[in-house]
């Protein structure tokens, strides 16, 4: 029996050294992991990171792009648009003037009585209407047709307050967010269909089909008003950047450009016409121009670029192209951090010895259940850090703009301000990219921070459009006179 016992004590014992050797081993195990992790986040920290002299270098090179894209077309990776926008709005427009907002699956036709500074916006209403699938990959001219119907349908809802003076047409600001080489402040012709419309696609399979690419936008809009009897002018074509600053204008006759960080990215500013080398025509009266810099496809050797977004660009729609866009802005934040966590999950065993099959799928990053507390802060951490990379370089973009303007530094017995209007989700609804984008904005103006603003301005696609059909009215200078 004692034998017994004595070998029952030594398999127990046996076991209890097994069982501790395998917790020893699971946490040695689990160590490495969590070393391996912190060593990939520390890693994107270091590559991510966007001190205050590097963000001056990309501020530097922004500013140098932004004078080689106004000297000549095609001098620069900032395409620099002359928007033809000569007028912005004052806060005198009066009146009652339309907008349609078309850049996507859905679009908006808007009407704004406008009250002078007194009461300036009096009353807005709006219709939001859906495109059916087929229109988007049938012809330009379907399209045409049925967002002019719509048109006309919203124009017959006016309500007994709606008043023109007599012999006036209707007056429409149209926001058109597809590539369009501008002629006129009227007119421009389609460069290409984007955001899943695939008109030219309908057009190779159907030769009879008309896709009206090089075709001028607002004339085809306008043969379409024609078609079912609505008499409206197209006053201004505009993209929601420029809505955004007329917006502003609107509101603050200080503003001087206009950012939007949303889905997307861009930037638009008020230049001396005198300082556009690449402006062939007459000078207008206003003596300034309103530039579309599409800032989204700017790129710099001082961009701090990882694995990670070397790796999103190459398998991208557009390789090579709107490299600033893909790292600030919301359509490639949350990508970025996805491709991260993979990493993490395929290198560290982050969530386990399996990867999430939720995190094998682009652009798509949902909730991974049952991950403990110090994973959680890790995944934060991650995103801070992309989120932060992302609004330092916004700053910097809006110092480059600044300084091109000459409104980056303290000039004695000058109490000029300079209000930067801002709108798009990010933005509005992202706190933390916000706070950090504007306390690093004061960081990099240091004194010159006080006369700089940045303020919010929102539907810059809808009422900004209207508002510009009114400062570009063909009834202008009647009024004036």
Not at 111 to 138: C, N
Request: hydrophobic letters at 40%; a neutral charge.
């Amino acid at each position: 029996m004692g034998k017994v016992a004595v070998g029952a004590a030594v398999v127990c014992a046996a076991a209890v050294c097994a069982a501790a050797a395998l917790v020893v081993r699971h946490r040695m195990r689990s160590s490495g992991r969590s070393a391996k992790a912190l060593a990939i986040l520390r890693e994107l920290e270091e590559k991510c990171g966007a001190p205050v002299g590097r963000l001056r270098q990309v501020a530097d090179a922004m500013t140098v792009e932004m004078h080689a894209g106004l000297a000549s077309e095609g001098g620069s990776k900032l395409k620099m648009l002359i928007s033809y926008v000569d007028n912005l709005p004052t806060g005198n427009e009066r009146g009652w003037f339309y907008a349609l907002d078309l850049g996507g699956t859905n679009f908006r036709v808007l009407r704004v009585q406008l009250g002078g500074k007194e009461k300036r916006v009096v009353k807005q209403e709006f219709d939001e209407v859906s495109i059916p699938p087929h229109l988007m990959v049938a012809t330009s001219h379907e399209l045409f047709d049925f967002v002019a119907e719509a048109l006309a349908k919203f124009v017959s809802s006016e309500g007994e307050d709606f008043h023109l003076p007599p012999g006036r047409q209707r007056e429409l600001g149209f926001t058109f967010s597809f590539p369009v080489r501008q002629l006129s402040i009227a007119s421009g012709t389609l460069i290409k269909w984007t955001k899943g419309f695939s008109i030219e696609d309908a057009v190779k399979l159907n030769p009879f089909a008309v896709s009206h690419v090089g075709e001028d936008v607002v004339g085809e809009l306008t043969k379409a008003l024609e078609r079912v009897g609505l008499d409206m002018r197209v006053s201004a074509l505009v993209n929601d950047t420029i809505g955004t600053l007329a917006g502003g204008r609107y509101y603050h006759p200080d503003v001087i450009a206009a950012v939007i960080l949303g889905t997307g990215t861009n930037a638009a500013y008020v230049e001396r016409a005198h300082a556009i080398p690449k402006w062939h025509g007459l000078l207008p009266k206003s003596g300034e121009m309103v530039i579309n810099t599409e800032w989204g496809n700017f790129r710099a050797s001082h961009l701090p670029l990882t694995e990670y977004d070397q790796a999103l660009d190459v398998e991208s729609l557009n390789p090579g192209e709107q490299i600033f866009e893909k790292i600030i802005s919301g359509m490639y934040l949350g990508e970025i951090v996805r491709r991260v966590l993979c990493r993490m999950a395929e290198e560290a065993a982050f969530f386990g010895d399996t990867v999430p099959p939720k995190l094998k799928i682009p652009f798509v990053l949902r909730y991974i259940s049952n991950t403990s507390l110090k994973t959680r802060k890790v995944v934060v951490e991650v995103c801070d850090i992309v989120a932060a990379r992302g609004a330092r370089l916004s700053a910097a973009g809006i110092l480059g703009i600044l300084k091109k303007s000459g409104r980056d530094t303290v000039k004695e017995r000058d109490n000029q301000r300079s209000v930067i209007a801002l709108d798009g989700g990010l933005f509005e609804h992202y706190t933390k990219f916000r706070e950090c984008m504007e306390s690093t904005l004061k960081e990099l103006l240091g004194d010159a921070s006080d006369s700089v603003i940045i303020e919010h301005s929102n539907d810059g696609s809808g009422i900004g459009a209207a508002l510009l059909a009114a400062s570009h009215s063909q009834y202008l200078e009647v009024e004036e006179s």
